[in-house]
C-alpha cells in the first residue's frame, strides 16, 4: 500500500485543497494519506484564519487518513526549512509519495534544479540585494521569477535528496495563481479567498461549508499592540530568526512611525527584504524565536481515522521518530506559544486542543455522517 504525504496549511480549507485530496486517491487508489499541517501561522508570516483543531477535523472529513503536525518552528521559516522539517516528518512516517501542486508539472526540471542547487559549485550570493528568488532564477539562468509552489517543489525535492529519503516526488497541475486575487473561478487560491473576505466579500463558492463556518477573525491592531511593544523593549533582536544587523535598527525607528503592520512591512521592504521575509520575521519577534537548534526529536500525532488509526498501531515501530511528544523540548516550548498567541488574537480558546493533547478519532461511521 502506498503511504501518500500532503504537506498543507488550510488556511483556510478550499475547493482546491478538497481536489488536491481527490487526485491524490484517483493517482493512487487504497492508498494511505498522510497529511503533514501547518498549525496556527503560515510559511509566509501570516496569522492562519482557520485554527489547527478545525483543519484536522475538515481533512478527516475530507478523506486524509492520518494528520500529523509540522511545528511552528519550521511551519514560519523559509520554504528550505519548512520543506526539510515536512519532509523529515513524512519520511519518519515511511511516506512512499509525496503529491505537490505546480505552476509546470515538470518534475524532471524541478528534480534538475534541486540537483543543480545542492551541487558543491552551485552557491547563492547572498550578499547582493536582492531577493531569494530572484537569487535562484539567475542562478539557474531563469529569464522569469521561479513561481512559488515551483520554488517551493524544488525545496521538497532538495530535502528527499539530502535526508536520502525514499519518497517519489509527484506533482499536479495547480489550477489558479497565487498571486491572483481577483478570479471568480470555482477553485482560487487562499491568498484570493483571504482578500474578498477583507473586502466582505461572499467567499462561501470557494470553500466546504464546514470550513467557512469555523473561520477565525484576526486583531490585527492588537497584534501590532504586541509587535509594537516587543520591539521596543528589547534592546537587541538581532538573536531573532530573520533578523539582521542593520534592519533591527530600521524596526525599531519604522515601528515608531507606522500604525499598522501593513504600513510597517511597506516601510521596511526593499528588493532584499520582500514582503513575505519581513512577516515572518515580525512572528518571530512575537514568538521570541531565537537563532538557535531546534532538533525534531518526535511527531505529534494530531487526529486520524480507521485506517490512519490502524496504520499507527501496526507500524508505528518502524517509525524514525517517536510519536511521543516531549514535553521539556524546545519545539513544544514554541508550539505552545505559538497557541497562546493565537488565543490572544482570534479571541478564541484554540490552545485548548494543544493542552489536552488528544488526537481526534474520526471513524468511519461519524464521516458517513457527517457528509449526510
Known sequence: MEKIGIICEYNP???GHMYHIQKCKELYPNSLIILCINGYFTQRGGVSILGKEAKVKIALQYGVDLVVELPVFYGTQSADFFAEASIKILNALRVTHIVFGSETTDI???????????????????????????L??????????????????????????????????????????????????????????????????DITPYL???????????????????????????????????????LDFKLKKCIQNTKSLEELITALKSKRYTYNR?????????????????????????????????YLRTHKKEFLLPTKIDFQSKLY??????????????????????????????CTKDKESNQK
Do not use: C, W
Not at 108 to 134: G, I, N
Not at 168 to 180: C, V, W
Not at 239 to 246: A, L, N, Q, S, Y
Open 136 to 201: 535562484l532564477a539567475n542562478a539557474l539562468e531563469e529569464t522569469d521569477i521561479i513561481p512559488p509552489n515551483d520554488l517551493l517543489g524544488i525545496s521538497y525535492i532538495k530535502a528527499i535528496q539530502k535526508q536520502k529519503a525514499n519518497i517519489i516526488p509527484i506533482a499536479i497541475q495547480r489550477t489558479n495563481s497565487f498571486h491572483d486575487t481577483t478570479s471568480i473561478d470555482a477553485v482560487i487560491s487562499a491568498s484570493n479567498i483571504q482578500a474578498k473576505r477583507k473586502k466582505n466579500m
Open 208 to 246: 466546504p461549508t464546514e470550513s467557512y463556518e469555523l473561520l477565525n477573525t484576526i486583531d490585527e491592531t492588537l497584534l501590532f499592540s504586541l509587535l509594537s511593544y516587543h520591539v521596543l523593549i528589547e534592546k537587541d533582536l538581532n538573536d531573532i530568526i530573520d533578523v539582521t544587523e542593520g
Open 13 to 15: 480549507f478550499h475547493n
Open 108 to 134: 524532471q526540471k524541478l528534480t534538475a534544479y534541486a540537483t543543480k542547487q545542492l551541487q558543491q559549485d552551485f552557491k547563492l550570493d547572498k550578499e547582493k540585494k536582492v531577493s531569494y528568488p530572484t
Open 333 to 362: 516550548h514554541y508550539e505552545m506559544l505559538s497557541a497562546y498567541l493565537y488565543d490572544m488574537l482570534t479571541h478564541t480558546n484554540s490552545s485548548l486542543f494543544d493542552k489536552q493533547n488528544k488526537p481526534i478519532y474520526m
Open 278 to 310: 519581513l512577516q515572518r520575521m515580525l512572528i518571530h519577534i512575537l514568538l521570541n524565536m531565537k537563532k538557535e537548534p531546534v532538533p525534531i526529536t518526535y511527531i505529534h500525532i494530531l487526529g486520524f481515522n480507521d485506517l490512519g488509526k490502524k
